[in-house]
């Protein structure tokens, strides 16, 4: 079982960035998969992106182009990189080590 914090969220102006981070409470190395899911209000959460031990990374197809995921064993810590930020991005953000879940972090784009 692995802890995670998430942080980075906030407010943004269309077309702007943020980064997320996920903050693992042990080593990442031994983690198969980690992802960053979101759910906006009144919809269902979503997969995000994934990344494999073996860096091998998915996207959902609303974001490839525009966000990148990647991780940091060093830290143990996973990234989000988002730009070019829409309206429709406005959601909590999670991010998700195999079975485990940390406690989100919000994002709004917004002008």
């Known amino acids: 079982q692995v802890q995670l914090v998430e942080s980075g969220g906030g407010l943004v102006q269309p077309g702007g960035s943020l980064r997320l981070s996920c903050a693992a409470s042990?080593?990442?190395?031994?983690?198969?998969?980690m992802g960053w899911y979101r759910q906006a209000p009144g919809k269902q959460r979503e997969l995000v992106a994934s990344i494999t031990r073996g860096h091998v990374t998915n996207y959902a197809d609303s974001v490839k182009g525009r966000f990148t995921i990647y991780r940091d064993v060093a830290k143990n810590t996973m990234y989000l990189q988002m730009n070019s930020l829409k309206a429709e991005d406005t959601a909590v953000y999670y991010c998700?080590?195999?079975?485990?879940w940390g406690q989100g972090t919000q994002v709004t784009v917004s002008s």
């Open positions: 042990r080593s990442i190395f031994s983690i198969s998969a």
């Open positions: 998700s080590a195999d079975n485990d």
